[in-house]
């Protein structure tokens, strides 16, 4: 799977695909998918490079905004078209993805060659945005060995302020802010929930739109699961 992995990114890069990984994979446990964001415009390039080197693909629509999945010789390719937070991507922010390249950082893990900054930020705002609790993602237990000791400063930096303020708004910063350090300062527990759900609380809190488009992306997509929609990948023609 490592191979495959390498080869596939070595493709993008080769071929001047934008893509920014949204969080480490870590090959020393099973790899279930990659989760990206590429830049829509690179979408049919990538389909074509990809078609071009023998590599068997099929899809299916993703359950969420702003997304597809690419069966890709059997790596499931989790695209994301912009950065989005949320169950099923409700929150879309229309800003540009840092783009880069990816790195080995230790024999095993694999990130987005990007500043510790931008890749604490996207990181953070993944585990506790788009799951119940942390330990959901397969990456917490690299998030906690990587943050438990030096999450105050990136907790500080201006990029994760930034979007901090794009998710949440100014007015919420300060309450958003507070919520990680208490989690921070108490260990990082893998099994807590509160956090999350007040997080996502906050998300949505006096902004009825996107509260509106939750629940109606609930309701959407349960029922296109419901008639077996996600059921099977299909053939790229």
Not at 15 to 23: E, K, Q
Not at 66 to 92: G, N, T, Y
Request: positive net charge; contains cysteine; charged residues 35%.
């Amino acid at each position: 799977m490592k191979k495959k992995i390498d080869y596939f990114f070595s493709l993008l890069d080769d071929n001047a695909i934008r893509y920014y990984l949204l969080r480490p994979i870590d090959f020393s446990d099973i790899i279930k998918d990659i989760d990206f964001v590429l830049c829509k415009e690179d979408y049919s390039k990538l389909i074509e490079v990809l078609c071009n080197n023998d590599v068997k693909l099929k899809y299916k629509p993703s359950n969420a905004n702003s997304s597809i999945q690419l069966l890709a010789d059997e790596l499931l390719l989790d695209i994301k078209f912009d950065i989005c937070f949320l169950p099923r991507k409700s929150l879309v922010i229309r800003k540009e993805a840092p783009y880069a390249s990816v790195k080995y950082i230790s024999e095993y893990i694999l990130v987005p060659d990007v500043s510790e900054e931008r890749l604490f930020t996207f990181w953070t705002f993944h585990l506790f945005l788009d799951k119940d609790m942390p330990k959901e993602s397969s990456t917490f237990e690299i998030y906690k060995k990587f943050y438990q000791k030096k999450w105050k400063h990136y907790l500080a930096s201006d990029f994760f302020n930034e979007w901090t303020i794009l998710i949440f708004n100014e007015q919420k910063r300060k309450t958003v802010k507070q919520l990680f350090e208490h989690y921070f300062i108490e260990g990082l527990k893998s099994d807590e929930v509160e956090i999350n759900r007040r997080l996502k609380s906050l998300v949505l809190e006096k902004e009825m739109q996107l509260k509106l488009k939750y629940l109606f992306d609930k309701i959407k997509y349960g029922v296109f699961r419901r008639l077996g929609r996600y059921d099977n990948y299909r053939a790229i023609k």
